[in-house]
């Protein structure tokens, strides 16, 4: 790669992190994040889960939903095995099991995720949706949040650590556009609801092109700015230091297929917070208004103590 890479670059390299090698019978090995920083992020273990669990369906039969726990945070920079159990193959539903495991630092393998996935074959039924997409500015009206992250960075100077700027303005494979202000921005206490467009920043094509590879990505996607909803109310950031979070777990369900190189509206709303926990949904939407996916995930949030 150039030193800047490229948006398709950026996105191959996206294609080869979820891309799982097998190691032997109903085991995966999921790789490294090339630039990774501290702890791995949530949406990559869950993404090679997925697709650990998916290459172990080979009838047609296509994911409809999972279910996932975080157990531990994992360490950038080593892989991540993903073992599979098949709990049931039946005619029109399958499940599988995933345990993802990763050496700590003393070299014991231990779990940091569990996931159960459910498989369908696609067959026609009864139709009805009664969730609107939401009226919020289209993308192509809306700034990049890379720029925004720009010049934030430029605007806070010396006040960013060294890792916090490396954060802040990583490249990356995901474009988003936020409807609002970013969520750890404002101090601000608003309604804990938030909309951002994300799409890939390249198109995706050739081999890789797979029903299986969108949904990937948009589980993937799915752990950005989801658990931030719950602390709008607030007033705080993680940004700012002013709180400690990790996800709890995680649930996805997948009402069609859908590009993940086309912009898809992220809807999420966190109705409640309390107990040193917030709980937040989602809703992904198409352009054209059809319903994606639906998210759900409950995270740990308490207010840092200082002094």
Not at 99 to 128: D, K, R, Y
Not at 173 to 199: G, K, N, V
Not at 234 to 252: C, F, K, P, Q, Y
Request: glycine content about 8%; overall charge neutral; proline content about 6%.
């Amino acid at each position: 790669m150039s030193e800047t890479p490229t948006n398709a670059e950026l996105v191959a390299g996206l294609v080869r992190l979820l891309t799982v090698e097998k190691r032997a019978a109903d085991i995966y090995a999921g790789p490294p994040q090339d630039d990774g920083i501290g702890r791995v992020f949530g949406g990559q273990v869950l993404a090679q889960a997925l697709q650990a669990a998916q290459a172990s369906v080979t009838d047609g039969k296509r994911a409809h939903s999972l279910h996932a726990y975080f157990l531990r945070g994992g360490r950038e920079g080593a892989p991540i095995q993903y073992r599979i159990e098949r709990d049931f193959d039946g005619r029109s539903f399958a499940n599988r099991r995933v345990v993802a495991a990763q050496e700590n630092e003393e070299g014991i393998a231990v779990p940091i995720l569990n996931l159960t996935a459910s498989f369908q074959q696609p067959e026609e039924g009864l139709e009805h949706i009664d969730a609107a997409m939401p009226d919020v500015p289209a993308p192509d009206a809306l700034r990049a949040d890379m720029d925004q992250r720009r010049a934030i960075a430029e605007q806070w100077g010396d006040r960013l650590s060294e890792q916090q700027r490396r954060m802040m303005l990583r490249p990356r494979p995901i474009e988003m556009r936020t409807c609002d202000a970013l969520h750890w921005m404002s101090r601000e206490p608003r309604a804990p609801r938030a909309h951002t467009w994300f799409r890939v920043n390249a198109p995706i094509t050739g081999e890789a092109d797979t029903p299986e590879l969108h949904r990937a990505i948009i589980t993937f996607a799915s752990d950005y700015t989801l658990l931030g909803t719950s602390a709008l109310p607030h007033g705080l950031s993680w940004m700012r230091n002013e709180l400690v979070g990790a996800s709890l777990d995680h649930a996805i369900w997948f009402h069609r297929d859908a590009r993940a190189d086309e912009w898809l509206l992220y809807a999420t709303d966190a109705p409640w917070s309390g107990g040193g926990r917030g709980f937040n949904r989602g809703r992904i939407f198409t352009q054209r208004g059809e319903l994606v996916a639906s998210v759900a995930q409950e995270g740990m949030m308490r207010k840092r103590v200082t002094g």
